[in-house]
């Protein structure tokens, strides 16, 4: 463990489902604004989307988690707006901000006398563009990943462990966050054998998660296989995905889960599941264990 004491870290519960909180709805209530915004200029209009949102949010049932509640939130307003996906203009831009960091990072991992270790830094550290978890996200934000990356700690499972598995591992399923994100997950990607990797994405649009053109814009396509799971909320909520995904998931040796959302969806998930994520509110540290701002590596076998 590189922080806590692995005792803390097994004591923290963080194997037990993760079901919405009354702190959760604060947050929700958030991203229902910011869609709104994002998809009508109405004002009207946006003050009859929070109003709908208010209701269902007050009618909810809480021992779902928190990327399931916000499922609703996103099909309520695309029914009432008809916009399909009203990110997509800051998804480019975040993804193009990444791209341009590309050869530094490219710089960073070639030099480095752990390119995996590297490569994992900037894939977890990259998970600080995320719109489900904060209102903003600026280009200073992107910016500072690269130093960010290689000086802060990383704490939860040894990388080593990660590196075994997949080394042995016939197929790697790669389950993919935001957009922008993706151009540092494709760093670490460059680490492994990419006929035995495929990478999901969401299966419709969800607040500023990646989809198959997202993916595609940052170069992913040229070191995994991509998918999408069939599913628009932002995480992997099983029963809501696609038969097909369903069946790679099933069958995959080793499966990487990028951000918060995966993490709050699949944390008691029996698969041999490697969570890479940034924590970025209080029942997350809670359940890791870890305090907010940490790179984190956890891993279901060690539950």
Same mark, same amino acid.
């Given at each position: 463990?590189?922080?806590?004491?692995?005792? =803390?870290?097994?004591?923290?519960?963080?194997?037990?489902?993760?079901?919405?909180?009354?702190?959760?709805?604060?947050?929700?209530?958030?991203?229902?604004?910011?869609?709104?915004?994002?998809?009508?200029?109405?004002?009207?209009?946006?003050?009859?989307?929070?109003?709908?949102?208010?209701?269902?949010?007050?009618?909810?049932?809480?021992?779902?988690?928190?990327?399931? *509640?916000?499922?609703?939130?996103?099909?309520?307003?695309?029914?009432?707006?008809?916009?399909?996906?009203?990110?997509?203009?800051?998804?480019?831009?975040?993804?193009?901000?990444?791209?341009?960091?590309?050869?530094?990072?490219?710089?960073?991992?070639?030099?480095?006398?752990?390119?995996?270790?590297?490569?994992?830094?900037?894939?977890?550290?990259?998970?600080? *563009?995320?719109?489900?978890?904060? =209102?903003?996200?600026?280009?200073?934000?992107?910016?500072? *990943?690269?130093?960010?990356?290689?000086?802060?700690?990383?704490?939860?499972?040894?990388?080593?462990?990660?590196?075994?598995?997949?080394?042995?591992?016939?197929?790697?399923?790669?389950?993919?966050? #935001?957009?922008?994100?993706?151009?540092?997950?494709?760093?670490?990607?460059?680490?492994?054998?990419?006929?035995?990797?495929?990478?999901?994405?969401?299966?419709?649009?969800?607040?500023?998660?990646?989809?198959?053109?997202?993916?595609?814009?940052?170069?992913?396509?040229?070191?995994?296989?991509?998918?999408? #799971?069939?599913?628009?909320?932002?995480?992997?909520?099983?029963?809501?995905?696609?038969?097909?995904?369903?069946?790679?998931?099933?069958?995959?040796?080793?499966?990487?889960?990028?951000?918060?959302? #995966?993490?709050?969806?699949?944390?008691?998930?029996?698969?041999?599941?490697?969570?890479?994520?940034?924590?970025?509110?209080?029942?997350?540290? =809670?359940?890791?264990?870890?305090?907010?701002?940490?790179?984190?590596?956890?891993?279901?076998?060690?539950?």
């Amino acid at each position: 463990m590189s922080i806590f004491r692995h005792t =803390e870290f097994m004591k923290s519960g963080w194997r037990l489902n993760m079901k919405a909180e009354l702190e959760c709805l604060p947050c929700l209530v958030r991203q229902a604004r910011e869609v709104a915004i994002m998809s009508t200029d109405d004002l009207q209009l946006q003050k009859k989307i929070m109003r709908s949102c208010f209701a269902y949010m007050s009618e909810t049932n809480l021992d779902r988690s928190p990327p399931e *509640i916000a499922q609703g939130i996103g099909r309520i307003v695309k029914s009432m707006t008809g916009i399909e996906d009203p990110y997509g203009e800051v998804k480019s831009l975040h993804t193009a901000a990444a791209l341009e960091m590309l050869p530094e990072m490219e710089k960073i991992v070639s030099e480095s006398d752990d390119p995996f270790g590297a490569g994992l830094r900037l894939a977890i550290a990259g998970n600080i *563009i995320d719109l489900g978890a904060k =209102e903003r996200v600026s280009d200073k934000d992107i910016s500072s *990943i690269l130093s960010e990356a290689m000086q802060q700690p990383l704490c939860g499972a040894d990388p080593l462990q990660l590196k075994a598995e997949i080394d042995k591992a016939e197929s790697v399923l790669y389950l993919a966050d #935001n957009a922008g994100e993706t151009v540092f997950d494709r760093m670490f990607l460059e680490q492994f054998t990419s006929e035995k990797v495929t990478l999901a994405v969401r299966g419709a649009p969800a607040i500023n998660d990646a989809t198959l053109e997202d993916a595609t814009e940052a170069g992913l396509h040229r070191v995994a296989r991509l998918i999408d #799971n069939g599913s628009g909320a932002p995480a992997t909520v099983l029963s809501d995905c696609s038969l097909e995904f369903r069946h790679i998931f099933e069958k995959a040796d080793v499966i990487i889960a990028k951000g918060q959302g #995966n993490y709050e969806s699949l944390s008691s998930s029996d698969a041999n599941i490697f969570f890479l994520f940034r924590v970025k509110c209080n029942l997350v540290a =809670e359940h890791s264990g870890f305090p907010i701002g940490s790179l984190v590596l956890l891993t279901t076998s060690d539950g």
